[in-house]
């Protein structure tokens, strides 16, 4: 007996399993839905692109749709009243029933989009569902600064930037075409160099530069959407010429010596008498009538030092 009454234990059991399921599917039915084959599009700046919102559920033939544009905490219509409104107007049409199709996007179409579909005939009258679409923007050529000239031992930093792509892009500085490491140390082909490349910021900075380091260098700005270079530039790397700056100087003093001694010639052989009457003052010839005067050597020895100290004075305010 017992072994007769499983068949009609296990068809019980499948019996209220199969009302159960069409219990679920009528609930089901009387509700719309919806769904999206991509809800985080990514396009390039120019292209077209579909935002995909799909009815998977719904009893009512012709449901009403609205398409919104959510951007910096501001809600606006892009399709509402069966057409296109708004910047969109002219570069979108729905496609079939309810997806969205843009052309020619631009950077400012990044935004999130909510599809709204009201069905009044189905139990669940109103679904909705976001997507996000990100545009992204090709950089242009960065502006890129390049030191002329730097002397060997010295620092020197070169700065690469670029405002227009999105996402931000990475930067690459190249050195004669050759692409450089993000540290010189990392690297042993450029083990005479000692530099650090921020490859977000773009800024290569030269601690210590080396005749080595001259070169065109240039940079290239890049993101997914591509890539940017900025014309090369030279950097040229110059020995300090110790003697050369050391030999001018002794040029300079010889100069001065020169011109004091002149001076000096010209003050003992009465050149530089000033004789002052009613407050006026004049130079009047070393000679005197029918006098012949010459200075003694204390005088002149004064009188050199006064120019001398006057001579000096100017470059010691300088160098302080």
Known sequence: MALRRRPTVR????????????????????????????????????????????????QTNDPRIEWKKIQDDQTTYVFFDNRIQGDLAGRAELLGKTSLRIWNVTRKDSA???????????????????????????PVSPV???P????????????????????????????????????SRANPRFRNSSFLLNSETGTLVFSAVHKED????YCIASNDAGSARCEEQMMEVYDLNIGGIIGGILVVLAVLALITVGICCAYRRGYFISNKQ????????????GVNYVRTEEEVMMACARITEGMTEPLTSESG
């Open 11 to 58: 068809l019980c059991a499948r019996l209220s399993d199969f009302f159960l399921l069409l219990l679920m599917r009528g609930c089901l039915i009387g509700a719309v839905n919806l769904k999206s084959s991509n809800r985080t599009p990514v396009v390039q700046e120019f292209e077209s692109v579909e935002l995909s919102c799909i009815i998977t559920d719904s």
């Open 112 to 138: 999130l989009y909510r599809c709204e579909v009201v069905a009044r005939n189905d139990r669940k009258e109103i679904d909705e569902i976001v997507i996000e679409l990100t545009v992204q923007v090709k």
């Open 144 to 146: 890129c600064r390049v």
């Open 148 to 183: 002329k000239a730097v002397p060997v031992g010295k620092t020197a930093t070169l700065q690469c930037q670029e405002s227009e792509g999105f996402p931000r892009p990475h930067y690459s500085w190249y050195r004669n075409d050759v692409p450089l490491p993000t540290d």
């Open 214 to 217: 001259s070169g065109q260098y």
């Open 278 to 289: 009613n407050g006026e003052s004049y130079k009047s010839p070393g000679k005197p009538d």
